[in-house]
């Protein structure tokens, strides 16, 4: 079993910046993808980046040259480096993880609100 903790949330100007984080439990992190999802208010959750556990990386094209995603093994930890936030960012961020070997998520943390103000 998994379990993931998410920090780092809060309110930031349009233009600034936040960092995310998010805590793993279990020893099977590093077999792990992991990833930030993000739900604003009546849409859809959606994929905003996600990591494998060699390093490789693919980010939603709305945060491409903004976000960047990281991780250490070592650690269990992930991380969402947000910059240049905008309003359209505002939603409530959630760190998800899988075993590489299934295609769907299955450990989610609570989430954490992210509000970006013009």
């Known amino acids: 079993q998994v379990q993931l903790v998410e920090s780092g949330g809060g309110l930031v100007q349009a233009g600034g910046s936040l960092r995310l984080s998010c805590a793993a439990s279990?020893?099977?992190?590093?077999?792990?993808?992991t990833a930030w999802y993000r739900q604003a208010p009546g849409k859809q959750r959606e994929l905003v980046a996600a990591?494998?556990?060699?390093?490789?990386?693919n980010y939603v094209d709305s945060v491409k040259d903004r976000f960047t995603i990281s991780r250490d093994n070592a650690k269990n930890t992930v991380w969402l480096q947000m910059n240049s936030l905008k309003p359209e960012d505002t939603a409530v961020y959630y760190c998800?993880?899988?075993?590489?070997?299934?295609?769907?998520?299955?450990?989610w943390g609570q989430g954490t609100q992210v509000t970006v103000s013009s």
């Open positions: 998800a993880a899988r075993d590489f070997r299934v295609s769907g998520y299955d450990y």
């Open positions: 279990g020893s099977i992190f590093s077999i792990l993808v």
């Open positions: 990591i494998t556990s060699g390093g490789n990386t």
